[in-house]
């Protein structure tokens, strides 16, 4: 009869270890579950500051003598939320590089088209305007226009998904929160680098030469007055 308080006292030692044991080796892994990821490590730089991303081309306008710079990127992001803030990101670091009236940078998919004349309508995932005057750009009422097509890209790089807009206070505040500002890679930029000592002029996807420094086409200069008026509704 003696022996069982000892046993029971033994057995209640046991127990305290393990439960010790089990705190310190899954708490956090627990409380991830209970509490959540964001909460105990903070958000993912791709929630704050868009996913990561590659230059595709970069045509400059001349309209009625203002400068306007249309940069093409693609990401593999999946979530329209995600696209649209990579494409904030790449306005801004554009905007702090170049000198432009109108900065437009449009969001394509990883599997979307090649040639800049299929890069329109549902090819487009994101899309971001900017212009430090608005009032000088035909068709703009306010500094930032961003929209996006919400859900998955489909399997040849085409958005289905409902088109969103965001407000300007939505903008101020993911533009607030990055923490990242970087502009996309530049994959011809860095190939041209390598092969002449960072000389070299990049080149668009194609081959196809894009119209830069104010000789676009005309019917390429139509087409961008036509979005621009487009995002003031």
């Known amino acids: ?81 995600v696209r649209v803030k990579t494409a904030l990101r790449v306005a ?24 800049r004349a299929d890069m329109r309508g549902r090819a487009i995932g994101a899309e971001v ?11 703009m009422s306010a500094p930032f226009v961003a929209r996006y097509t919400d859900g998955k890209p489909a399997g040849n790089g085409e958005f289905y998904g409902e088109r969103k807009e965001l407000s300007l206070d939505e903008i101020k ?16 930029a860095v190939a041209e680098a390598g092969k002449s000592g960072g000389h070299g002029e990049a080149k668009p996807e194609g081959g196809h030469e894009a119209p830069a420094d104010g000789h676009a086409s005309a019917d390429t200069a139509e087409e961008g007055s036509h979005e621009v008026a487009a995002s003031g509704h």
């Open 173 to 188: 505040t993911i533009v607030t929160a990055m923490t990242e500002r970087e502009d996309c890679v530049d994959p011809n």
């Open 92 to 115: 801004g670091a554009v905007s702090n590089a170049e000198e432009a009236d109108l900065y437009q940078v449009i969001m394509l998919d990883a599997a979307g088209p090649v040639y």
């Open 1 to 81: 009869m003696k022996l069982l308080p000892i046993s029971f006292r033994l057995s209640r030692k046991l127990l305290i270890i393990v439960a010790g044991v089990t705190v310190l080796t899954g708490a956090s892994g627990a409380a991830a579950i209970f509490v959540g990821r964001d909460v105990l490590l903070g958000p993912s730089t791709e929630t704050v500051s868009g996913a990561a991303c590659t230059t595709v081309t970069t045509v400059r306008l001349d309209r009625d003598g203002q400068q306007w710079l249309r940069k093409y990127v693609r990401s593999d992001a999946k979530d329209g939320e």
């Open 129 to 139: 305007l900017f212009a430090r005057d608005p009032s000088a750009i035909p068709g």
